[in-house]
Antibody
Framework: EVQLVESGGGLVQPGGSLRLSCTAS????????MSWVRQARGKGLEWLSA????????YYADSVRGRFTISRDSSKNSLYLQMNSLRADDTAVYYC???????????WGQGALVTVSS | IVLTQSPGTLSLSPGERATLSCRAS???????LAWYQQKPGQAPRLLIY???SRATGIPDRFSGGGSGTDFTLTISRLEPEDFAVYYC?????????FGGGAKVEIK
């Protein structure tokens, strides 16, 4: 069974940094691209970033390019999102998901809450 | 690519048919169009990929169609568990954009 578990969320001050992790199990991690999506309270889904299965290609939404960095470590079956220069409007639940050109975002984690507030 | 979903809210009764629309600002290759369902407090769930292929375990009352710039998700007979928010997404080109969502609520 595919399982994705996000961790690293919490409260951070504006301008601060946070690193989210997503630990994968139940599938061959190195065969799948991965993606981050967020959802502010009461709002829709916002795609943030994606990374190819090898890590050789990364993609970002304009809203986070230059502030967020996606990376992966296949030896640890883990995906990361380094978030810098955080703003109040980055407050949201952050989801990781598997990503393929065949099926899109097929499997999702349960989400991690990030709150940016002083 | 901007995806616009309509209507924003659909009020229907169990057993009725729901038709949700997703219109793209430019042509989307149908092999890269997906639909997701999200219930309150839960992560989204993949329903349909490649515009018309059901994901594993998705009942056949859910169907997707369309091409070019116009896509639809149809729920043939609404079950109580189908009342939720639905999102379309194109996943072939960065940025991988989502539609704004469409809520199917009980009338």
């Amino acid at each position: 069974e595919v399982q994705l578990v996000e961790s690293g969320g919490g409260l951070v001050q504006p301008g601060g940094s946070l690193r989210l992790s997503c630990t994968a199990s139940g599938f061959t991690f190195s065969n799948y691209g991965m993606s981050w999506v967020r959802q502010a309270r009461g709002k829709g889904l916002e795609w943030l970033s994606a990374i190819s299965n090898t890590g050789g290609s990364t993609y970002y939404a304009d809203s986070v390019r230059g502030r967020f960095t996606i990376s992966r470590d296949s030896s640890k079956n883990s995906l990361y999102l380094q978030m810098n220069s955080l703003r109040a409007d980055d407050t949201a639940v952050y989801y990781c998901a598997t990503w393929t050109y065949v099926m899109g975002l097929a499997s999702w984690g349960q989400g991690a809450l990030v709150t940016v507030s002083s | 690519i901007v995806l616009t979903q309509s209507p924003g809210t659909l009020s229907l009764s169990p057993g009725e048919r729901a038709t949700l629309s997703c219109r793209a600002s430019q042509t989307v290759d149908s092999i890269y169009l997906a639909w997701y369902q999200q219930k309150p407090g839960q992560a989204p769930r993949l329903l349909i990929y490649a515009a018309s292929s059901r994901a594993t375990g998705i009942p056949d009352r859910f169907s997707g169609g369309g091409s070019g710039t116009d896509f639809t998700l149809t729920i043939s007979r609404l079950e109580p568990e189908d009342f939720a928010v639905y999102y379309c997404q194109q996943y072939g080109f960065s940025p991988l954009s989502f539609g704004g969502g469409a809520k199917v609520e009980i009338k």
